[in-house]
């Protein structure tokens, strides 16, 4: 197999040499491309886009000729890409145009396979990319308003077309290369109303010497006029086109109609069902409309590919990273596999070509190898391999230490005490929090987490607080998302919070330079760690590593980082490219912060990307063919809710118990749902009782795949979250119970109920209360 890899890359490099010499020859430095009154405008002839979204910075640049190809083969004449401004400047005046960041030379391969380039440089680009393809140290300032006219984010967005522009500027069509236009912004119109930021950065494009036609990319529902800009508008798109580009009409009466984005898929969220589904039936009708009104087209995304190292996003409201995949259910796979969808674009393109063009065949798909699994028996604890800390009275974000990912330490010291709760302002955005070493709980920022109850301390105890960042938010009013702790730290017992101060900060930017002064030793390690392991290979191929006996961390293969892997799902193997083993010694290594079932990883020779393992973080509180059974129990106490979202207290005859049970019997609404915000047990004399201790150990219905309706929302201090039962795939009917495992034996004198605040959705009416000393008949 070794040898059919290295034959298949020889024998692609030769037919690159081929085509870049007819390309050559046959390219024009008077060829123009215009937008007229009915038709985009090929060197004066009518010429209907066929394009296709796939990112450079997703492909190994050694895959690129194959999957520009694979594009080709598909029907598509055009390629389209964002240009991602926090990849080519990771720190500011310092440009990165080489490897995987060679974006001249993507377009270059583009035009030898026949294929015109149409360039999205932002400066914002959204794509499910870290901080929407913004350099981080933008967030350095606390002044900086981005995507406004903000004189120090416009100054770098100048000379960040000023870099571009000497990498592609003689790469357009006008200068023999393949750009033929040039998007500013991305979907502007959605968030801004400044005509003028907008200007300014379309004359930033002109002074880097871009001169094709400008045009903006809007969605359908926010496209407005702007009289100032002069942007040729386009819309993205789903499965309605007659409407959708009726909306475009209202503010564009002429020129050609294009759907900028023609949507394939949609992207994945951690923790949250796959949207994927291959289904090519919509796709297919959308296109075959656009085909028969003579409507150009940019599909999102042809390729997905992957959002390697850290480079993920996250949307917020709720906050929700997206997983290191972007395969986006596109018609080339994330390895670059033909898919059933992608010969169903293929044969409806195939009808609609140009008089004398005709589609290559479709490239064969690159090897694949599978690897036993290989065992990690080296291990590097974190705490153990800390570098030199800084001193601060609080903490700060890690983008003020000057570090762009990775994970951050805060480490202080807490008095002897207990019961209180430790509340963190906030976490960005997964917190691992330890006593002495010994993690008591992990946070997180989806599910709205940010506090702890302390456990009895006899002594004074070291306290750490490790947070990794997960992607930027990419989308919407809430992008200045710093990483780490962004404001404080507080004790919380009764009504006086203690700020803890004088704190040890470790940054972990878990790049090359961190890895390389790792001490690894034989053995395994209790706490967030690093493992190693090296393995051989007779031949080398793309493979998955299979990620799911682990918990949530980040991968290394050879130096590369494969990206984020966690095992709530949906997203269970990472993408190891061919190119990127070697034949003969490789190394793995393993960041684990939660830990593993087991400490080994095998290649598989097929991605799993839509396993959703709720369970693996807590998130489900009852096992499969788990029943609670409380026919033959007496209740201490049963009535009916008010109406409304106001706290409601209860007060009942004090009995004593371990295990309590709240029981929903129907709800105002008559839904089949139940839903609770928060709730308080009170002691006989009307006390809240502390929760340090507490634990949901059954919800007969949880829902966590189409929102986060976990059971120890209840628990967590928050009014906006809560328990919620399932409604997405089943709607399971009442009663519906929920039981909380309390430490000790209690006596419960009374109940604090909070209902859902932001809808009535699921308001408990009816319900039964049960407390008993010993576990609950069925659990």
């Keep these: 197999m070794k040898e059919s890899f290295t034959t298949f890359v020889q024998a692609l490099g030769c037919t690159v040499l081929l085509l870049a010499g007819q390309f050559a020859a046959t390219a024009r430095s008077d060829a123009t491309f215009a937008i007229g009154e009915q038709d985009f405008l090929l060197n004066g002839r009518a010429f209907v886009i066929r ?42 005046g310092k440009f990165d145009f080489s490897g995987n960041a060679d974006i001249a030379e993507f377009c270059r391969l583009a035009q030898r396979e026949g294929l015109k380039v149409i360039l999205r440089p932002g400066p914002y680009i959204c794509g499910e990319w870290d901080f929407g393809g913004l350099p981080w140290w933008l967030l350095k300032d606390p002044k900086m308003r981005v995507r406004t006219r903000n004189p120090v984010f416009l100054e770098a967005c100048r000379r960040y077309f000023k870099a571009l522009g000497e990498q592609l500027a003689r790469l357009q069509i006008t200068k023999g290369g393949p750009i033929i236009m040039v998007q500013v912004e991305n979907e502007y119109d959605g968030f801004g109303h400044d005509g003028q930021y907008i200007v300014a950065l379309r004359d930033a494009l002109v002074e880097a010497g871009f001169e094709v036609p400008f045009f903006s990319s809007e969605m359908t529902w926010s496209v407005r006029k702007n009289a100032d800009d002069g942007l040729f508008r386009t819309v993205g798109l789903g499965r309605n086109p007659a409407d959708d580009f009726q909306s475009l009409r209202a503010v564009q009466p002429s020129g050609p109609l294009m759907a900028g984005e023609c949507y394939t898929g949609w992207f994945d969220r951690w923790g949250r069902g796959s949207v994927r589904s291959g ?90 190898i599978q690897i036993p699994p290989i065992e990690a028996l080296e291990v590097a604890p974190i705490t153990v391999n800390l570098p030199e800390a800084k001193r601060a009275t609080h903490p700060q974000p890690m983008e003020l230490y000057d570090q762009p990912a990775g994970c951050v330490l805060y480490r202080t010291k807490l008095p002897k005490g207990g019961g209180e709760r430790l509340l963190i302002r906030e976490v960005h955005d997964y917190a691992i929090v330890l006593l002495n070493g010994k993690t008591i709980a992990t946070l997180d920022r ?110 290394w293969v050879n130096g590369h980082n494969l990206g984020r892997f966690w095992a709530i799902g949906p997203q269970q193997t990472l993408y190891c490219p061919g190119p990127w083993l070697k034949k003969g010694a490789n190394e793995l290594v393993v960041l684990e912060l939660n830990g593993a079932k087991k400490h080994s990883v095998a290649g598989l020779t097929e991605p799993i990307l839509d396993d959703m ?12 063919g788990q029943v609670l059974n409380v026919t033959n129990l007496q209740p201490i106490h049963s009535g009916s809710f008010a109406p409304g979202g106001a706290w409601q207290t209860l007060k ?128």
């Design 652 to 779: 009942f005859t004090p009995t004593k118990g371990h295990y309590f049970c709240l029981e929903s019997l129907n709800s105002y609404a008559d839904h089949e749902y139940a839903t609770c915000a928060e709730l308080d047990l009170l002691d006989a004399d009307a006390r809240a009782l502390p929760r340090h201790g507490w634990k949901i150990i059954y919800a007969d219905s949880e829902e966590v795949l189409a929102e986060d309706g976990g059971g120890d929302n209840v628990l967590d201090s928050r009014s906006d979250t809560y328990w919620h039962t399932q409604w997405e795939i089943s709607k399971p009917k009442h009663p519906h119970q929920l039981v909380i495992d309390l430490g000790r034996e209690e006596t419960i004198g009374g109940l604090r109920y909070l209902p859902r605040q932001d809808k009535p959705n699921g308001q408990i009416r009816d319900f039964r209360l049960f407390l008993s000393t010993k576990p609950l008949p069925g659990l």
């Design 279 to 368: 289904n090519s039936s919509n796709l297919v009708n959308t296109l075959r409309w656009m085909l028969n009104h003579g409507t150009s087209f940019n599909l999102y995304m042809a390729h997905g590919g992957t959002s390697f190292g850290f480079f993920a996003g996250a949307n917020d409201g709720p906050y929700l990273p997206q997983p290191t995949s972007y395969d986006y259910d596109a018609p080339i796979s994330e390895a670059g596999w033909d898919t059933p969808k992608f010969y169903a674009v293929r044969e409806l393109l195939a009808k609609s070509l140009a008089p004398g063009e005709t589609l290559p065949e479709v490239p064969k798909r690159n090897p694949v």
């Design 51 to 92: 394009s296709g979204e796939m990112h450079y910075p997703r492909i190994p640049h050694e895959y690129w000729q194959h999957r520009l190809r694979m594009a080709h083969a598909m029907g598509l004449n055009t390629v389209s890409t964002y240009v991602f401004w926090n990849v080519h400047e990771p720190q500011p």
């Design 446 to 555: 989806g599910r709205k987490q940010d506090s702890v109850v302390l456990p009895p301390r006899k002594e004074e105890t070291t306290l750490d607080l490790l947070v990794e960042a997960m992607g930027r938010v990419n989308f919407g009013d809430r992008m200045s998302d710093c990483k780490g702790i962004t404001e404080k730290v507080e004790l919380v017992k009764g009504s006086s919070p203690q700020e803890l101060i004088d704190w040890e900060v470790f940054n972990l930017p878990l790049n090359k330079e961190e890895l390389s002064t790792l001490k690894f030793q034989k053995g395994q390690a209790e706490g967030p760690a690093f493992y190693r392991a090296r393995f051989a290979l007779r031949e080398v191929g793309d493979t998955f590593l299979d990620m799911r006996e682990w918990g949530k961390g980040v991968v």
């Design 613 to 624: 393992n709720p369970r693996a973080t807590g998130r489900v509180h009852r096992t499969p």
